[in-house]
Nanobody, 117 residues
């Protein structure tokens, strides 16, 4: 049973920083992609960043240069360092685990990030 446990959300002022963590358990295959998505009120869920087990990263244009995704394969944990936060970064952030080429795709419960003065 795959489970994703997210932590690190909260309230931050514009220009501040937050770090999200997602610990995965029950992973059966070593090759996978982990990532972060977000959903703001009234909007569709969108990609924030992904990282493969080989370390290849991908970022949405809106966060490139401000957010950094990293992973610890030994701990099955992925992190999202968010700097220079903007009010438009306010959303529920979801951790995702995907096994390419299969139908196996899993989501965490989400963690709220609010950027406001």
């Amino acid at each position: 049973q795959v489970q994703l446990a997210e932590s690190g959300g909260g309230l931050e002022q514009p220009g501040g920083s937050l770090r999200l963590s997602c610990a995965a358990s029950g992973i059966g295959f070593s090759i996978h992609v982990m990532g972060w998505y977000r959903q703001a009120p009234g909007k569709q869920r969108e990609l924030v960043a992904t990282i493969t087990t080989s370390g290849t990263t991908n970022y949405a244009a809106a966060v490139k240069g401000r957010f950094t995704i990293s992973g610890d394969n030994a701990k099955n944990t992925v992190y999202l360092q968010m700097n220079s936060l903007k009010p438009e970064d306010t959303a529920v952030y979801y951790c995702n685990l995907d096994y390419p080429g299969t139908s196996m795709n899993y989501w965490g419960q989400g963690t709220q990030v609010t950027v406001s003065s």
